[in-house]
């Protein structure tokens, strides 16, 4: 059974893992153990009775959400479990003071760019060679209507 909780300085180990699993370029445990003590910065988890399988980061400034980043173990894609930490990511950061929500993201990443649309994020841009490992673009979407 899958549930939700706020991540802490102690959970940069277990994020770390999900992190590595997912991007060429990855946040260190340390990066993750610095967002997770920022008063500015939230992170949800999405956990398998205690492991950590998944993560939404934000950082929340007056009422806009930036979504530093989002990832799912590998082996639990396609399961439905992306869309409904996005739910509760929008719930959580909308209680926090959110009126709106930006990120960026590869114009490769169809399946990232679907579900990001599936939640009302529409395309307003790009940010030319933003990604490090090979030079993509990023499309910025923003969501102003939460």
């Not at 993750?32 to 500015?40: D, G, N, P, V």
């Not at 939230?42 to 398998?48: D, K, S, W």
């Not at 396609?78 to 959110?98: D, F, H, N, P, T």
């Not at 760019?113 to 993509?136: C, H, K, M, V, W």
Request: net charge negative; aromatic share 10%; charged share 25%.
């Amino acid at each position: 059974m899958i549930h939700f909780r706020q991540m802490t300085p102690e959970d940069a180990a277990g994020v770390e893992l999900v992190e590595k699993a997912s991007f060429a370029v990855p946040w260190s445990r340390e990066a993750f153990w610095q967002e997770a003590a920022s008063e500015r910065a939230f992170y949800l988890l999405v956990l398998e009775d205690e492991r950590i399988i998944g993560y939404a980061g934000t950082w929340i400034i007056l009422d806009e959400a930036q979504i530093t980043n989002v990832a799912i173990a590998p082996e639990y894609r396609g399961q439905g479990i992306g869309s409904q930490l996005m739910k509760e990511l929008i719930c959580q950061v909308k209680a926090r003071g959110a009126t709106a929500m930006t990120l960026e993201v590869r114009p490769s990443n169809a399946p990232a760019i679907a579900l990001y649309t599936s939640f009302g994020f529409r395309d307003t841009g790009r940010r030319p060679g933003y990604y490090q490992d090979n030079g993509e673009d990023a499309i910025i979407m923003w969501n102003t209507k939460l």
